[in-house]
């Protein structure tokens, strides 16, 4: 089974609407985290926001935020008023602890969404 | 503000030769790792280190070795390229150990083809 699913392969959104990418994660493990990565036509990749499954409040950065379920255990990753720059592929991670199969360096990573914004 | 650094950016190698990707930060970071991206999949861990001279396996480890003999850098070897190899590399850093909720940084990635 796979630990992260991102059932999205691609999305369009107008430029300057609110646009949600859709995550679902499976883990025994009661403290995990929950990364959302963005990576632009050049490959590079960029850290947007973390939640941790302990943390009380969903998490915020910016124009990002992060739409935490833990009973339905799905973490959508919330950009609002899109921009032509936010055009990228979009990646959900988590981290598990070194009991329950994770590493200390093994983010588990979904296969991605493309998000194209469209002016 | 360099972060993490990786070189080469572009290389093809033929089969059975051998290559080291180089890979240094200057954030004092005492975790690196390194990761690959098959197309249209996310990234997988090859092998990552907890501080200098420390290394261990991750989930794609076959193929591949690495080093870690100062803080700032993390080079790794592949030995008999295979074109199972051809993927892009990404080589990232963490303060602390991820499973403490720090976030990794990645360098820019090397892509790389075996022919």
């Known amino acids: 089974a796979q630990k992260i699913t991102q059932t999205q392969p691609g999305m369009f959104v107008q430029e300057k609407e609110a646009v949600t990418l859709d995550c679902t994660y499976d883990?025994?493990?009661?403290?995990?985290?929950l990364f959302w990565y963005k990576q632009p036509s050049s490959g590079e990749m960029i850290f947007l926001i973390y939640?941790?499954?302990?943390?009380?409040q969903n998490a915020t950065e910016g124009r990002y935020s992060l739409n935490f379920q833990k009973a339905r255990k799905s973490a959508n990753l919330v950009i609002s008023a899109s921009q032509l720059g936010d055009s990228a592929m979009y990646f959900c991670?988590?981290?598990?602890?070194?009991?329950?199969?994770?590493?200390?360096?093994?983010?588990?990573f979904g296969k991605g969404t493309k998000l194209s914004v469209k002016p | 503000n360099a972060g993490v650094t990786q070189t080469p950016k572009f290389r093809i190698l033929k089969i059975g030769q051998s290559m080291t990707l180089q890979c240094t930060q200057d954030?004092?970071?005492?975790?690196m790792y390194w990761y690959r991206q098959d197309p249209g999949m996310g990234l997988k861990l090859i092998y990552y280190?907890?501080?200098?001279?420390?290394?261990d396996k991750g989930e794609v480890p076959n193929g591949y070795n690495v080093s870690r003999s100062t803080t700032e850098d993390f080079p790794l070897r592949l030995e008999l390229a295979a074109p199972s190899q051809t993927s892009v590399y990404f080589c990232?850093?963490?303060?602390?150990?991820?499973?403490?909720?720090?976030?990794?940084?990645f360098g820019e990635g090397s892509w790389l083809t075996v022919v």
């Open positions: 990232a850093s963490s303060r602390d150990s991820v499973t403490s909720g720090n976030t990794i940084y």
């Open positions: 883990t025994s493990d009661p403290s995990y985290g």
């Open positions: 939640q941790g499954s302990y943390d009380q």
């Open positions: 991670a988590m981290r598990e602890g070194r009991n329950y199969g994770g590493s200390q360096g093994n983010l588990i």
């Open positions: 954030m004092n970071h005492n975790y």
């Open positions: 280190s907890v501080g200098a001279g420390i290394t």
